[in-house]
């Protein structure tokens, strides 16, 4: 057996020589091609058993995987519930306002607050501007406007959702909850 491999299978005529014509025109080395015949694909390698420590890492990583997995299902279904709770209340929310509120389209006089850490205004009439500062009134802010509406229902409304309520000053406070004084108007 002092053939090695590559002269036994070229001596048995299973492997013939193919000579490589793409390269220099000086004979370059055979490449030696495996006949299949009725054959298309070669039996599966058979792979070396994996050690424990190889195996343990597998399982590891495929462990993580369904957790972080099972993380972000559970994320994205307490937002889907989150989004579905604040649509109810956005929807009772709208219901009350729909006849409640007080703005008149002719209101001349600005009334600023505070709320989103922004200064906002409210345009209302003399009468509206003092009921607001005694905390008759209140201000909700529905779909990027501030509506004033009278204070029950700013109640009921901040029983639902307390964000939306942009302002209602408390009668017996020497200052109100938008943190501007109710005499200072711009």
């Known amino acids: 057996m002092a053939d090695s491999l590559r002269d036994q299978l070229l001596k048995s005529g299973i492997v013939k020589q193919v000579r490589d014509d793409r390269r220099a025109p000086a004979p370059a080395p055979a490449r030696d091609k495996v006949s299949r015949p009725n054959n298309p694909r070669p039996a599966p390698a058979k792979r070396a058993p994996r050690d424990q420590a190889e195996i343990d890492l597998a399982r590891a990583y495929a462990m993580r995987a369904q957790t972080e997995a099972a993380e972000r299902k559970r994320q994205e279904k307490e937002a889907a519930e989150r989004a579905r709770i604040k649509r109810e209340r956005k929807a009772q929310v709208q219901k009350l306002l729909e006849s409640g509120t007080l ?84």
């Open 103 to 186: 703005n008149k389209p002719d209101a001349d006089q600005a009334r600023h607050f505070e709320y989103g850490g922004k200064i906002r205004r409210v345009y209302v009439d003399a009468d509206q501007l003092t009921a607001l500062n005694a905390g008759e009134l209140g201000v909700i802010q529905q779909g990027g406007r501030y509506l004033l509406v009278p204070r029950a229902l700013a109640e009921q409304i901040k029983a639902i959702d307390e964000q939306a309520v942009a302002l209602l000053v408390n009668p017996g406070d020497d200052a109100p909850e938008d943190g501007v004084p109710d005499d200072l108007i711009w």
